[in-house]
């Protein structure tokens, strides 16, 4: 049953992948939000909530290799290598919603490193993901 879901999960994380390196390389509006200097009143532009949910891995080079496999239809291969990051904790889900800190950027690859707040471990993923500045109460 868990490989059942498991398997679910990973083929939804993988789809997200496609629709991200189907993506134009025109800039997005998230990618111009992740860039801004100069924060509106009331934006932490640091703090952002997941747009949609996706995974991400510590190191660029698995992330990169992850995306690759997936774009290049091996997907199978994929899932093993995204399977074997999270159950390591080198991999990890992340979740619509979810509050997060950027850490670093990689615009032309596409890519930002996130941090959930509370948690030491920062990811790299889509920066689509990055989407949405987090508003300070």
Known sequence: MKRT??????ATVLAACDLATDASTKPSAATEATHDTAPA?????NSRVAARDAFGCQDKETFEKITKLSSEGDKDLASK???DGIASGRCTLIDKGDMTLIEDT???AGMVKLRRKGEEAAYWTFIEVAA?????E
């Open 5 to 10: 879901v498991f398997a679910a999960l990973l």
């Open 41 to 45: 009143d009331g934006v932490n532009v």
């Open 81 to 83: 290598v995204l399977g």
């Open 106 to 108: 990689s615009i032309f």
């Open 132 to 136: 949405e500045p987090q508003k300070t």
